[in-house]
């Protein structure tokens, strides 16, 4: 058990709509991560936020946003979603001090059905 | 940018026996890390080993241990007296060096690993 969590494992819904995935990153952990993988594209950055803020951008489309909450737990929104959006969402997180600041430890996952 | 390379879809080793996959990147960093993640049927992404790309000794962790060859653009992951639960999709990954926190990781495309009797 990485310690992230992630929520909810399993998501079915149809085109058009929108939905919210959380992530709760590790106990001490200021930086929060989404990753996307798909079988076409491979696991792929989104975005990257650091105690509240936005600290990088991957390829996330305009459809896509996420915030990081004071408790430092993050939503990636998924909106308009298209069946191309169907894939496995990852979040990921990183210590700021001490120990393996450098390292990522990821979430199981939530996975993504656009029908 | 960077890149990640992974030229081995899938291999196939028996158990008890030593394995080696592939990775080599492109970058015009000098300050860098270099990961390989294991992703088992289950789907959780699981870290293997880490490297840092100034330290010039490979890193060990238990039966996994990596070739890095800075020069060459090579990392290479070793596991020994492979195991039935090493089956699984490796990756191997890149991110560059920041000061205070991680940055985004760069994955390979991976390589299937099944682990035979």
């Known amino acids: 058990d990485s310690g992230v969590t992630q929520t909810p494992k399993h998501l079915i819904t149809a085109t058009g709509q929108r939905v919210t995935l959380r992530c709760s990153p590790r106990s001490g952990d200021l930086s929060v991560y989404w990753y996307q993988q798909s079988l076409d594209q491979g696991l792929q950055f989104l975005i990257q936020?650091?105690?509240?803020?936005?600290?990088a951008k991957g390829n996330i489309l305009e459809r896509f946003s996420a915030q990081q909450f004071p408790d430092l737990h993050s939503e990636l929104n998924l909106s308009s979603l298209e069946l191309g959006d169907s894939a496995l969402y990852f979040c990921?997180?990183?210590?700021?001090?001490?120990?393996?600041?450098?390292?990522?430890?990821f979430g199981p996952g939530t996975r993504l059905t656009v029908l | 940018a960077q890149t990640v390379t992974q030229s081995q879809p899938e291999m196939s080793v028996q158990e008890a026996e030593t394995v080696t996959l592939s990775c080599t990147y492109d970058?015009?960093?000098?300050?860098?890390?270099l990961f390989w993640y294991k992703q088992p049927p289950s789907r959780q992404m699981i870290l293997v080993i880490r490297?840092?790309?100034?330290?010039?000794q490979n890193a060990t962790e238990n039966r996994f241990s990596v070739n890095f060859q800075k020069a060459a653009k090579s990392f290479s992951l070793k596991i020994s007296d492979s195991q039935l639960g090493d089956t699984a999709m490796y990756f191997c990954a890149f991110m560059k060096h920041n000061t205070g926190t991680a940055s985004k990781l760069t994955f390979g495309t991976g390589t299937r690993l099944q682990v035979t009797l």
């Open positions: 970058t015009s960093e000098s300050n860098y890390y």
């Open positions: 990921a997180s990183s210590g700021v001090a001490g120990g393996l600041t450098d390292t990522q430890y």
């Open positions: 490297q840092e790309a100034y330290k010039q």
């Open positions: 936020y650091y105690n509240g803020e936005e600290r």
